[in-house]
């Protein structure tokens, strides 16, 4: 979709539909536009339309103005308005009208700027909303925008802010991609491919096979893989922006997961191919990072594997050593993500990180704990975590942070090994991520658990159903608070 920003009269401008936000018990904001159109708003505005967060109406424009037709789109009530607010709302608009088969809408910003809003928040929320997975349709929609018009004064920062918003809604939709593609397409050796293609002069990318993992003694991480006949690929990017101590990255990348010998119930396991959302949430990031030329050193690790039970699928039981040197007694196939990232974790010192952060469809446990709301969050770093909070109210990717209790370390003692990998039902949210900071030490470090965010069941204003690619702007927003 192009976008312009075009410095002209809503009325001159010609498009298939122009929108025109409304705030709920707000006074007509058009008035000074030409008689005709203020006098359809006058006609419209508190009879057929009130102005109710996300409430559309599509009419016919005047015929002396030169849009085709009028979309009246609600923001809701003043006091509640937000960025937030407006990005449902681009999401909303946007979708609505390519579904109705327009090409070429216009958005006029004087509302939004009048209430201190940015357009590109509704630019953002329209470009996220837009995305759809049709690559094995025989028959796609054939529905797009074409072009869209921001009509409003060009500035450095409007541009600078609305590059920004189209880098990170390609990278959210490249990491969609990557979640919403099948299994036996999206195997860890197509994740290596994924994450291959984003190579470029200043980011990197090296694949470690299984004799290299071995050579290591990632013996956690490879444990995991014994049950598939599809080999790991340890995927490792480094983003040079800066010459700093690196963030690193590390995202939970099982392509699919059987639960292994644990084996889960049949039902929804298809869904299991999103386990893999950490990975794609890290390669979004390094894409966008990248292609924005942030001035930060950032260093992506993607342990990506299968865990299936085959054959020599590691059984419940058995004892595995970590890259770090601890040995793991393995209760439960099924907690198999906590393993990857353990060796992930240990492998991410090599590089002395300033911070290290993970990624990871972790626990059942979060997902009934919040819903599809928000994704748990644990770490050792005050500021950290402060920083993450305050990322995820500004980019609605909302974090809450659980306890990390010295006593929850308990939960995972073994009899004949230094830990286990799980421990009881109660308490299994907070004893998982403090399996994960035995490895992470005192480095500091955020663990962000995404099982009830990472798939959204259900169409919202810009998170259609599927994928949710979250991680990618809450990351970003870390990076880049500006």
């Known amino acids: 979709m192009k976008i312009a920003i075009k410095a002209t009269r809503e009325t001159d401008c010609t498009c298939d539909v122009l929108i025109l936000p409304f705030i709920e018990e707000g006074t007509n904001p058009y008035r000074r536009l030409k008689p005709s159109l203020s006098r359809l708003v006058a006609k419209v505005w508190n009879h057929e339309f009130s102005g109710k967060k996300q409430e559309v109406l599509l009419v016919p424009a005047p015929e002396d103005i030169r849009p085709r037709r009028i979309l009246f789109l609600g923001l809701g009530k003043k006091e509640a308005l937000s960025p937030e607010q407006v990005r449902q709302a681009g999401g909303k608009a946007l979708a609505y009208l390519r579904d109705l088969g327009m090409r070429k809408p216009a958005f006029s910003t004087i509302l939004v700027t009048a209430l201190k809003q940015s357009p590109a928040d509704f630019v953002e929320g329209a470009l996220l909303g837009l995305y759809q997975y049709e690559k094995y349709r025989s028959e796609k929609s054939g529905k797009k925008i074409a072009a869209f018009t921001i009509i409003a004064r060009p500035s450095r920062k409007l541009t600078q802010d609305i590059r920004r918003v189209e880098t990170l809604a390609a990278a959210v939709a490249f990491a969609r991609d990557l979640v919403n593609a099948p299994a036996n397409e999206m195997t860890p050796t197509g994740l290596a491919r994924a994450a291959t293609s984003l190579k470029r002069k200043t980011l990197s990318v090296k694949v470690l096979g299984n004799k290299e993992m071995e050579k290591l003694g990632m013996g956690a991480y490879l444990a995991i893989s014994y049950g598939s006949a599809e080999p790991p690929k340890f995927i490792v990017l480094e983003y040079r922006g800066s010459r700093k101590p690196p963030v690193v ?7 699919f997961d059987s639960g292994g010998l644990s084996l889960k119930p049949s039902d929804n396991m298809e869904k299991m191919k999103y386990d893999m959302a950490g990975g794609a949430a890290v390669l979004g990031v390094m894409k966008a990072a990248a292609e924005m030329k942030l001035p930060v050193h950032l ?12 054959g020599c699928a590691t059984r419940p039981g058995d004892v595995v050593r970590s890259l770090s040197g601890k040995t793991v007694e393995i209760v439960n196939t099924d907690a198999e993500g906590r393993l990857a990232l353990a060796d992930a974790l240990a492998y991410a010192k090599r590089f002395n990180p ?25 770490g050792n770093d005050r500021s950290l975590l402060d920083a993450f909070r305050t990322a995820g109210e500004k980019t609605y990717e909302r974090v809450w942070e659980m306890p990390l209790l010295e006593e929850y370390k308990e939960y995972l003692k073994s009899d004949i090994a230094d830990m286990r990998n799980v421990g009881t039902r109660i308490g299994s949210l907070m004893a998982s991520a403090y399996f994960l900071y035995e490895f992470a030490g005192q480095t500091p470090w955020v663990h962000l658990d995404i099982a009830g965010t990472a798939w959204v069941e259900k169409d919202r204003p810009y998170l259609p159903k599927g994928a949710s690619g979250i991680g990618v702007r809450l990351i970003y927003a870390i990076l880049d608070p500006l």
């Open 354 to 378: 300033a911070a290290i952060i993970d990624i990871a469809t972790l626990t059942g446990a979060c997902a009934i704990t919040f819903g599809g709301e928000a994704m748990a969050m644990m």
């Open 299 to 310: 260093v992506g690790l993607l342990p990506a594997t299968e865990n299936l039970p085959g």
């Open 249 to 255: 990255l590390i995202g939970k990348s099982i392509t």
